[in-house]
């Protein structure tokens, strides 16, 4: 079954410890991305990934780092999160043909305290 | 950059009324668009997508949309909503030609009451 799956799916943690938040996809995508959801705000995009070891900023990629070492793997890490990145994390994977839809995954809720 | 907007941030509805989300983007090129759609607690997934041909779509559990290109516009219908389409719902863009980077709208969230 072709998915995206993200882990955890729930997260508690304190300020200053760091965390990664892994993703992977089976889809053998190509692109995949981060998103961070939060009301009012919609989808914020992180960083994404055009291929293996190409990676760029998002809209908000302030207090966040990826790495892409491998194609089907996309971690998003946090190394000294604070509260205001409590938030609902998607990543999200295209195959890198238009029009292409995103596959996304479960999404990851963090809490930051 | 392309920017999205959609105009309704909250919508209520009772069950069997029409239903018109509005979603207008910014981008002097040729466009790819979506809708998604997040049922309550769950991911985001494809409702329908434009790239060419017919501008009206159709796409899953009754919805539609049309692409009028004169108005930047790609607006999601539904004829007849159901207390199950309650969800938020993104409009995303992205041009057709170079890299693959969706923007996306602030989403509508729909509340249909029985």
């Known amino acids: 079954e072709a998915q995206v799956t993200q882990n955890p799916r729930y997260l508690i943690t304190v300020t200053g410890k760091k965390l990664t938040v892994t993703c992977s996809q089976n889809?053998?995508?190509?692109?995949m991305s981060w998103y961070r959801q939060d009301p009012g705000l919609g989808l914020r995009q992180i960083y994404y990934?055009?291929?293996?070891?190409?990676?760029d900023k998002g809209d908000v990629p302030e207090g966040y780092k990826v790495s892409r070492k491998e194609k089907r793997n996309f971690p998003l890490i946090l190394e000294s999160p604070s509260p205001n990145q409590t938030s609902l994390y998607f990543c999200?994977?295209?195959?890198?043909?238009?029009?292409?839809?995103?596959?996304f995954g479960e999404g990851s809720r963090l809490t930051v305290l | 950059a392309q920017s999205v907007s959609q105009h309704n941030h909250h919508v209520i509805l009772s069950e069997a009324a029409s239903l018109e989300l509005g979603c207008n983007y910014s981008?002097?090129?040729?466009?790819?668009l979506f809708w998604y759609v997040q049922y309550p607690g769950q991911h985001l997934q494809l409702l329908l997508k434009?790239?060419?041909?017919?501008?009206l779509v159709k796409g899953i559990k009754g919805f539609e949309a049309e692409f009028i290109k004169s108005k930047f516009s790609f607006n999601l219908r539904k004829p007849s909503v159901q207390w199950s389409d309650t969800a938020e719902y993104f409009c995303?863009?992205?041009?057709?030609?170079?890299?693959?980077?969706?923007?996306f709208g602030r989403g509508t969230s729909l509340i249909v009451h029985p």
């Open positions: 990934s055009m291929n293996v070891e190409v990676t």
């Open positions: 889809m053998n995508h190509e692109y």
């Open positions: 999200a994977s295209f195959s890198g043909f238009l029009p292409g839809e995103l596959f």
């Open positions: 434009y790239f060419s041909g017919d501008p």
């Open positions: 995303a863009v992205n041009p057709s030609g170079g890299s693959y980077i969706p923007t």
């Open positions: 981008y002097g090129g040729t466009v790819n």
